[in-house]
């Protein structure tokens, strides 16, 4: 084992090779070294991205100190861009930091196009304003969120996430901004594709090639329960009209067909397969969340600016309307869950499935190459490494369209909103708070608390929640004046746990988003630390 792979082990059983080369090719800008900024660089130094920018204009102050870990003593009245910067380096070596010590607007007027050179900004501890501002211009941003990680082939325009995070005292909200994210690995709990009910032909020979009356005893109960499944699935099809069961009772009658066969209460592969019966007889089709990405006109419409996600599944589309090919699904994805069997059994076993699966690729890889050729690009462009992955997991494929900071002020979704406040228990009236503590700032040039006497300023952020949900058509007094007490009572301050916490949620889905692997929340996180209480809102 070599350094790089003892050192990253655990997180590469997690996200494999390709996952941490889409990190360590990563830059991440933070703006604001706040004590939730630096926990989630924390979390993603520590697995290696590969650099990182802290934009802070502050110096470092008592309240610094006593609310952020990663700020001591020896920072205080200096930089703290650079002292966070100094002091989140030492934790891995492997990745570089940088400071700049100004304000974010100011470097964004010495260089519109700063934002452009990063993977992700976040940013904490900012005026609205200031966020559209941002989130406007990482929108617009060229670099797709649509192309794989670490691939040479063509990525199109790409546009950086945005990723805004708010705490204050026991309550924290992070918001993810990015036109749209492809997920091709999402991480499904089972990627087995068995075709019990459509079996192809070398699947189907395998199965005849057990006799289940002259087999010993040794042998009869480590037939595969594939072969078993096949067995009883064609018997019934056979005396069915080629249907496969369908009701409840269907199924329970095929399992009571596979229990029959057993010769005594030990056959566990005989269990295997009836345990498998109602999962065997759910029809072989193209997910309907698959068939909408092949109608989507990001697939309809290649261009040479498309991502490899669209051209790779234009190329899948056309192999699953080939049914000389495809028999109408999708690519095979080759793999076969753990079985009682005898070595040999198995392995021929997986070695036909994993045959079909290639077959599949080549397929599929022409597809791309002819698709790669009408577009004017490089062949070979998109690699052989990408295609099989993508075919492996083309059931689960996942296309998140995150809406805009600026159609979430501009075009509120009132009738959610509404439901999601008629709900007692629900965190959503944090968001509110938070949305309303913004306006108190445009009125009054500083957050709910952050005056002399907090408590003047109850009645004034609640006269803020009322005229935002008067605008949204909502009658007041649904937030309790409660929670606006406590929001004025925290003055904006930020309490090292909560930061701490919020800092590992969004750590977790910047890397999802940053590896395309796993499925990242759609939009916005709320945390209430006082019931310890959450939950994701796409506002």
């Not at 941003?141 to 670490?150: E, I, S, T, V």
Request: proline share 4%.
């Amino acid at each position: 084992m070599d350094a790089k792979t003892q050192k990253y082990d655990r997180q590469l059983r997690l996200w494999g090779n390709s996952g941490q080369d889409a990190l360590e090719s990563a830059h991440i800008l933070l703006i604001n070294a706040t004590a939730v900024g630096c926990e989630i660089l924390k979390n993603l130094v520590l697995p290696g991205i590969g650099q990182f920018t802290v934009v802070d204009q502050g110096t470092v102050t008592q309240n610094d100190i006593g609310s952020n870990f990663f700020l001591d003593y020896e920072s205080l009245g200096k930089s703290r861009a650079e002292r966070a910067c100094g002091l989140l380096g030492e934790l891995n070596e492997d990745v570089k930091g940088h400071w700049v010590a100004k304000d974010i607007l100011t470097v964004l007027k010495e260089n519109p196009g700063y934002l452009a050179q990063f993977s992700m900004v976040i940013a904490s501890d900012i005026t609205r304003e200031t966020a559209e501002k941002i989130a406007a211009l990482c929108w617009v941003n060229g670099h797709d969120a649509n192309a794989n990680p670490g691939s040479s082939s063509p990525a199109g325009k790409k546009r950086t996430a945005f990723v805004w995070v708010k705490t204050v005292g026991l309550v924290g909200a992070p918001r993810i901004a990015v036109p749209e994210h492809a997920i091709v690995e999402t991480h499904p709990d089972n990627v087995a594709d068995l075709r019990i009910d459509t079996p192809f032909p070398e699947l189907s020979e395998y199965a005849k090639s057990f006799n289940f009356e002259t087999q010993d005893g040794l042998e009869f109960g480590h037939i595969p329960y594939v072969a078993i499944l096949l067995k009883y699935m064609e018997e019934w099809k056979q005396a069915h009209g080629g249907k496969i069961p369908s009701t409840y009772a269907e199924k329970n009658q095929l399992k009571a067909n596979i229990r029959s066969g057993m010769r005594s209460a030990d056959d566990e592969n005989f269990e295997e397969a009836i345990n498998s019966v109602l999962r065997s007889c759910q029809p072989t089709v193209v997910p309907s969340a698959i068939k909408e990405l092949f109608s989507d006109s990001k697939c309809e419409n290649l261009t040479a600016e498309s991502s490899n996600f669209w051209i790779l599944t234009r190329a899948v589309r056309d192999f699953v309307n080939d049914d000389s090919k495809s028999s109408g699904l999708l690519p095979l994805s080759g793999t076969i869950p753990d079985m009682k069997a005898q070595t040999d059994s198995y392995v021929t076993l997986q070695s036909i499935y994993k045959t079909k699966a290639k077959q599949d690729v080549q397929e599929v890889s022409k597809n791309v190459e002819s698709l790669l050729e009408s577009l004017g690009l490089a062949p070979g462009s998109i690699s052989l490494q990408e295609i099989e992955s993508f075919c492996k997991y083309s059931a689960f494929l996942k296309v998140i369209r995150y809406r805009s900071l600026e159609d979430e002020y501009r075009q509120p979704k009132t009738n959610n909103i509404a439901s999601w406040l008629s709900d007692p228990d629900s965190v959503f009236p944090h968001y509110v708070l938070l949305r309303a503590s913004d306006s108190f700032y445009d009125d009054h040039g500083r957050y709910p608390g952050e005056g002399e006497n907090w408590e003047d300023d109850v009645d004034q952020l609640q006269a803020n929640v009322n005229t935002l949900l008067q605008s949204w058509g909502i009658e007041g007094n649904t937030i309790s004046k409660d929670l606006t007490h406590e929001i004025c009572r925290y003055g904006n301050g930020s309490i090292h746990n909560i930061a701490s916490f919020i800092g590992g949620v969004v750590s977790q889905e910047i890397i999802k988003l940053i590896t395309h692997q796993y499925i990242p929340m759609d939009n916005t996180f709320i945390f209430d630390g006082a019931r310890s209480v959450s939950a994701v809102f796409a506002v």
